[in-house]
């Protein structure tokens, strides 16, 4: 059963890597450009956030559950890091970590609500997405949040990796991000309670797993992810801009889903978040640099997402009989 459960999980890796690579070729047929050294860059930094939020939902989504909060609450954490450190005069080590605990207090608010006050999670999350709105705004006044006093701030993101040019140290976070939530995943209790929890929750429940003390967990991890998306953002920008963040959870959520992680929970994995992640990416620059308008752009994404979905359920039926 193992071999054909890693054998299924192996050739969804492939047709995903197999798609990645065809987006590549199909850009790199219609502008040259596109594979350049400044744009492979730009791809990997525009990356990033949008995949540290990925990797955050990819647990929860695997849990057979959605969170919609994670671009506002990624927008809360970075406002609430540059409030600790500009206006209460927190050093900015400790204003980062703060911002990193709002992002999973968040979270576990939304596994509370989830487990504890039987809220269905897109409405859990929905929820949370328009509190840490409101929340963003009035703590910010509704202005831009600088990080003053911290000339290295930036450096965190946009600063180059050992003086190579455009290999910028958001790259790295995220790569140690993802291979650190790998390890999580493929290593450790969590993944594993993680994918029986999205199989079968009621199973999992009579083994005597605690199952609601778990997807508190999962979904707190995903709000941590969501804290340190928040940096990378922030630093990029050099502030926390309150008005960000709403939009951000699509991205998110299409890149897992494309990935190959199960809407329908118990099946996913953390390096096809990371791909799908690479492909939303890819795509969006892709047809930027054809001078698609950002409209068609928003419709090609959605496109892409709906047949990743339709994709799924299909093998899932076939899988079933």
Same mark, same amino acid.
Request: charged content about 10%.
């Given at each position: 059963?193992k071999?054909?459960?890693?054998n299924?999980?192996?050739?969804q890796?492939v047709?995903?890597v197999?798609? =990645?690579?065809?987006?590549?070729?199909?850009?790199s047929?219609?502008?040259p450009?596109?594979?350049s050294?400044?744009?492979i860059?730009t791809?990997?930094?525009s990356?990033?956030?949008? @995949?540290?939020?990925?990797?955050?939902v990819s647990?929860?989504?695997?849990t !057979?559950g959605?969170?919609i909060?994670?671009?506002?609450?990624?927008?809360l954490?970075c406002?609430?890091?540059?409030t600790?450190? !500009?206006v209460w005069?927190?050093?900015?080590?400790?204003a980062?970590l703060?911002?990193?605990l709002v992002?999973?207090l968040?979270?576990?608010?939304?596994?509370?609500?989830?487990?504890?006050?039987?809220?269905?999670?897109?409405i859990?999350?929905m929820a949370?997405?328009?509190i840490?709105?409101?929340?963003s705004?009035v703590? !910010?006044?509704?202005?831009?949040?600088y990080?003053?006093g +911290?000339?290295?701030?930036q450096?965190?993101?946009?600063?180059? =990796?050992?003086g190579i040019?455009g290999?910028?140290?958001?790259?790295i976070?995220f790569?140690?991000?993802?291979i650190? +939530?790998?390890i999580?995943f493929?290593?450790?209790l969590?993944g594993?309670?993680?994918?029986a929890?999205?199989?079968?929750?009621?199973?999992t429940?009579?083994?005597?797993?605690k199952?609601?003390?778990?997807?508190?967990g999962?979904?707190?991890?995903c709000?941590?992810f969501c804290?340190i @998306?928040?940096?990378?953002?922030s !630093?990029?920008l050099?502030? +926390?801009?309150?008005q960000?963040?709403? @939009?951000?959870?699509?991205?998110?959520?299409?890149?897992a889903?494309i990935? @190959?992680?199960?809407?329908?929970?118990?099946?996913?994995?953390?390096i096809?978040?990371?791909?799908g +992640?690479?492909?939303?990416?890819?795509l969006?620059?892709?047809l930027r640099i054809?001078?698609?308008?950002?409209?068609?752009?928003s419709?090609?994404?959605?496109?892409?997402l709906?047949?990743?979905?339709?994709?799924?359920q299909v093998?899932?039926?076939r899988e079933?009989?």
């Amino acid at each position: 059963m193992k071999n054909v459960l890693k054998n299924k999980d192996m050739s969804q890796k492939v047709i995903i890597v197999g798609t =990645f690579i065809l987006l590549v070729i199909f850009f790199s047929i219609m502008n040259p450009a596109y594979i350049s050294y400044d744009n492979i860059m730009t791809v990997l930094l525009s990356t990033c956030v949008n @995949g540290m939020l990925a990797i955050g939902v990819s647990f929860v989504i695997i849990t !057979s559950g959605i969170d919609i909060s994670v671009g506002t609450v990624m927008t809360l954490s970075c406002v609430m890091s540059g409030t600790a450190f !500009s206006v209460w005069g927190w050093p900015l080590w400790l204003a980062i970590l703060f911002g990193f605990l709002v992002g999973a207090l968040c979270g576990a608010i939304n596994g509370i609500a989830v487990t504890k006050m039987y809220l269905p999670p897109f409405i859990a999350t929905m929820a949370m997405q328009m509190i840490a709105k409101g929340l963003s705004l009035v703590i !910010s006044g509704i202005k831009p949040v600088y990080f003053t006093g +911290a000339p290295g701030y930036q450096k965190i993101a946009i600063g180059e =990796f050992l003086g190579i040019k455009g290999f910028y140290n958001a790259i790295i976070i995220f790569i140690i991000v993802a291979i650190v +939530a790998h390890i999580i995943f493929s290593k450790t209790l969590i993944g594993r309670y993680d994918l029986a929890i999205g199989s079968n929750e009621e199973a999992t429940r009579l083994s005597g797993i605690k199952v609601d003390r778990w997807k508190i967990g999962i979904y707190s991890l995903c709000g941590l992810f969501c804290g340190i @998306g928040g940096l990378i953002m922030s !630093s990029r920008l050099n502030s +926390a801009q309150p008005q960000l963040g709403a @939009g951000y959870e699509l991205d998110a959520i299409a890149a897992a889903v494309i990935g @190959g992680n199960s809407l329908t929970g118990g099946e996913g994995s953390i390096i096809g978040t990371v791909i799908g +992640a690479l492909i939303i990416s890819s795509l969006t620059n892709g047809l930027r640099i054809m001078q698609v308008s950002s409209e068609i752009q928003s419709a090609i994404v959605g496109i892409v997402l709906a047949l990743a979905v339709f994709i799924d359920q299909v093998r899932r039926r076939r899988e079933a009989k």
